[in-house]
């Protein structure tokens, strides 16, 4: 290279799925097989009603020009309609709703707007690694805080406290929680709240798996007394409505905070197009059936992944909720080094699981399965795994 990279990479790597897809799609170029249970890309395509939306939208003329940064009305009118029925949250369609392409978009958006270099951002750990990425890339500083399986998965708040908290900003959490599958509990966002008024820190929740296999109703942080005032909420149609590709998310909350999202987003993008808005009003529109369907799949998926996860020694959790299964290897396993047996399962059986620890050092010792591959290629990882490995 001919200048050098800037000082914000420092500290910052590819994204772990960027570099191991990459592998992957070595081995299949080379004519191997590879069933790949590690990312959470939805195979199953929206509803049919969707993708005809979509089609019929982009043969308008009038649709393929620049669009409002704030989405049009119809959608956000839609996006309002559905939290409101899904999550008895009520919401202004104009003030409290930011459509986005993807809510990882958002992360970034939020982070820009109100991270200043060197304030610092509560990330649980495990969690989504871009929280830890993109507050690294854009000079704030990461402040772990644990959630550990001996808590189920949720935080102790006494721990939190010990922290110096003088300079943190914002804080993530993400409940149905990824990648452990705790499911999402109103008195534990009651503590994040109470947490966050005591100490001025800004609520950042990311929900995208509440309606994948969960055994309540969907919850959002929003619908909890006093959380308008330190919380705003994420959501995105990739996994609820099996449009990943799509890049459709929305940013919910009060006027203040979208606004300042809003004046970061009109300087980065242009606008979503508008067959994907129409289609996506669509997608919200579905009933309660279509996702009773999406998620009888699931469930058939995650019975298999029991049967993997059985067969290899590991145990887990069957109260998780999402699109994964985080698991780890039953105390007489002779499975020491996760990571070395997720290469040896790839190289011999040409099967691929997630190690924890790409999402935090409390992951360590664990592996998740996605449920983003069919049935029979299910059973085929089975039959492979049922053969007799040295560890």
């Known amino acids: 290279m001919i200048i050098s990279a800037a000082d914000r990479l420092t500290g910052v790597k590819a994204y772990y799925f960027a570099q191991k897809l990459e592998d992957i799609r070595g081995m299949i170029a080379e004519g191997k097989d590879v069933i790949n249970f590690g990312i959470g890309s939805p195979d199953l395509p929206p509803d049919e009603s969707v993708i005809q939306e979509l089609s019929d939208s982009a043969k308008g003329h009038s649709n393929h020009g620049y669009q409002a940064y704030k989405g049009i009305p119809e959608l956000r009118e839609e996006m309002a309609n559905w939290y409101k029925s899904t999550y008895n949250v009520q919401l202004d369609a104009k003030d409290n709703i930011l459509p986005m392409m993807g809510s990882k978009e958002g992360i970034l958006h939020v982070t820009l707007a109100f991270v200043n270099p060197g304030d610092e951002v509560l990330v649980p750990n495990p969690g989504y690694p871009t929280y830890t990425s993109l507050t690294r890339l854009l000079g704030g500083k990461t402040c772990y805080y644990d959630l550990k399986e001996s808590n189920n998965w949720y935080p102790d708040f006494d721990e939190i406290e010990k922290q110096d908290?003088?300079?943190?900003?914002?804080?993530?959490l993400n409940y149905p929680h990824m990648p452990t599958g705790a499911p999402a509990r109103k008195d534990v966002f009651e503590q994040y709240i109470a947490f966050a008024k005591k100490h001025k820190i800004l609520l950042c929740h990311d929900n995208p798996y509440s309606l994948v296999l969960n055994k309540q109703r969907p919850i959002s942080i929003l619908s909890l007394k006093g959380a308008d005032e330190v919380a705003i909420e994420f959501n995105s149609f990739s996994k609820s409505h099996n449009m990943a590709g799509w890049r459709v998310?929305?940013?919910?909350?009060?006027?203040?905070?979208?606004?300042?999202?809003?004046?970061?987003?009109?300087?980065?993008d242009s606008g979503m197009f508008k067959g994907i808005q129409e289609a996506s009003i669509k997608a919200l529109q579905l009933d309660n059936a279509w996702h009773q369907e999406r998620n009888a799949i699931y469930a058939i998926r995650r019975e298999?992944?029991?049967k993997i996860l059985d067969l290899l020694g590991f145990e887990y959790n069957t109260s998780q909720e999402g699109l994964f299964v985080w698991a780890k290897p039953k105390a007489d396993n002779a499975i020491q080094d996760i990571p070395a047996f997720i290469d040896k399962i790839l190289a011999e059986r040409h099967v691929f699981f997630t190690p924890g620890m790409i999402f935090g050092s409390n992951g360590e010792g664990f592996i998740r399965l996605s449920l983003c591959v069919p049935e029979d290629r299910m059973k085929k990882a089975y039959d492979r795994l049922n053969v007799t490995l040295q560890y």
């Open 165 to 172: 908290l003088s300079k943190v900003k914002i804080m993530w």
């Open 249 to 268: 998310g929305m940013f919910l909350g009060k006027k203040e905070y979208v606004d300042l999202a809003l004046r970061v987003k009109s300087n980065i």
């Open 304 to 306: 298999w992944c029991y």
